[in-house]
């Protein structure tokens, strides 16, 4: 049975330094919470899995916390590329940073290999020269038309956080509203961490809910509020302000390191 557990400890226990951690949720179920207490205790070397990486992507990375980042697209809430992360890129800061890009349907295809236990996923042949620059991508002749195929190895997190709505007090999570990625993300980690709004007695689940069992899920943390800025369908709405300042703030040192500081608690 899945541990109900603070945020602290459900981070402190599952994330460690050096680890591959795939943070999902695009726009609706943000994990933003959990991202942050990765700032605050200092996570370093991570291998960061997010297949849309945004202002989230762009704090973890600004913040020295990511060492590769593994993403099929990069854009801030202004819709140009995150600025932390195009200064990692281009000038080391804080950090030098290592990509490996995909397109969207290969890191689905990646996450469904690891969800499906099986070494790699398949993919039309677009033509792409991603092979030439990403090893997890290669081409193959398929066994039975002959005709190329991309194959892509599975993706296989140490650990997945996502955000929901509700938990039981069995651990079995539920997830209503727009889905990505996170549900083969949960499946194909080795652990499964997850931030709700709110821990109930008995889940009621909707008409096109999500559930996600609690043999696959490692942690639970309330959390209310834990997908803020961005919106939680039947909970609240984004912040857009906060959403557009933080292009501002991303875009100057000082700026971002005085956030930094008051989000690691030492200003």
């Known amino acids: 049975m899945p541990k109900i557990v603070d945020l602290t400890t459900a981070v402190g226990d599952l994330v ?28 370093r070397r991570l291998t960061l899995v997010r297949a849309s990486s945004d202002q989230l992507t762009d704090q973890l990375v600004g913040a020295g916390c990511v060492d590769t980042l593994v993403f099929s697209h990069a854009a801030g809430p202004d819709g140009r590329p995150p600025a932390r992360l195009l200064d990692a890129l281009g000038h080391d800061w804080p950090a030098p940073l290592r ?17 499906a236990r099986v070494p790699f996923g398949v993919v039309r042949d677009t033509g792409t020269d991603l092979p030439h620059h990403t090893p997890t991508i290669t081409s193959i002749r398929c066994p039975f038309t002959g005709s190329a195929v991309t194959a892509v190895a599975a993706l296989v997190p140490d650990v997945t956080v996502v955000h929901a709505q509700r938990a039981d007090r069995d651990g079995n999570v539920e997830i209503r509203g727009p889905v990505g990625l996170q549900r083969d993300a949960v499946h194909a980690a080795r652990a499964a961490l997850v931030t709700v709004e709110e821990i109930v007695d008995a889940l009621d689940p ?3 809910a999500v559930v996600l069992p609690k043999a696959v899920v490692t942690a639970v943390v309330a959390a209310p509020g834990g997908a803020a800025p961005s ?6 709405e984004p912040d857009d ?27």
């Open 206 to 208: 909707a008409p096109g």
């Open 241 to 267: 302000a906060a959403l557009r300042d933080w292009a501002d703030i991303s875009a100057d040192r000082r700026r971002f390191g005085a956030w930094l500081d008051a989000m690691a608690g030492t200003s």
């Open 16 to 43: 460690h330094d050096g680890a591959t951690v795939a943070l999902e949720g695009v726009d609706h179920l943000v994990p933003y919470a959990a991202a942050h207490e990765l700032v605050r205790l200092r996570r």
């Open 231 to 236: 919106r939680v369908h039947g909970f609240y």
């Open 99 to 115: 990509i490996e890009e995909h397109t969207h349907p290969v890191m689905a295809a990646r996450y469904a290999a690891g969800a």
